[in-house]
């Protein structure tokens, strides 16, 4: 059974920074494309940014210059780094993983950004 857990999450402070981190297992085959989505209260999920196997990245625009997506192919593992993080980044973050098509979704962490 394929899962994903991410890991990271918590309260930090306007302008500070967090890495949320993605580990994939139960499966032999590597990702093809791994993201982070979140979702803020009373709004829809959204892209935050993607990554592919061959590492072709792709952000959306509230986030980028802030935040920095990797990952460790080897690992089926992705990561997050958020810097000069607003309030407006507070939501649920969710890991995405795809393969042949089927996307997995991780079980979501929450991040709060207040003073």
């Known amino acids: 059974q394929v899962q994903l857990v991410e890991s990271g999450g918590g309260l930090v402070q306007p302008g500070g920074s967090l890495r949320l981190s993605c580990a994939g297992s139960g499966t032999i085959f590597t990702f093809n494309v791994m993201g982070w989505y979140r979702q803020a209260p009373g709004k829809e999920r959204e892209l935050v940014a993607t990554?592919?196997?061959?590492?072709?990245?792709n952000y959306a625009a509230s986030v980028k210059g802030r935040f920095t997506i990797s990952r460790d192919g080897a690992k089926n593992t992705v990561y997050l780094q958020m810097n000069s993080m607003k309030p407006e980044d507070t939501a649920v973050y969710y890991c995405s993983g795809s393969i042949g098509g089927y996307n997995y979704w991780g079980q979501g962490t929450q991040v709060t950004v207040s003073s």
């Open positions: 990554i592919t196997s061959g590492r072709v990245t």
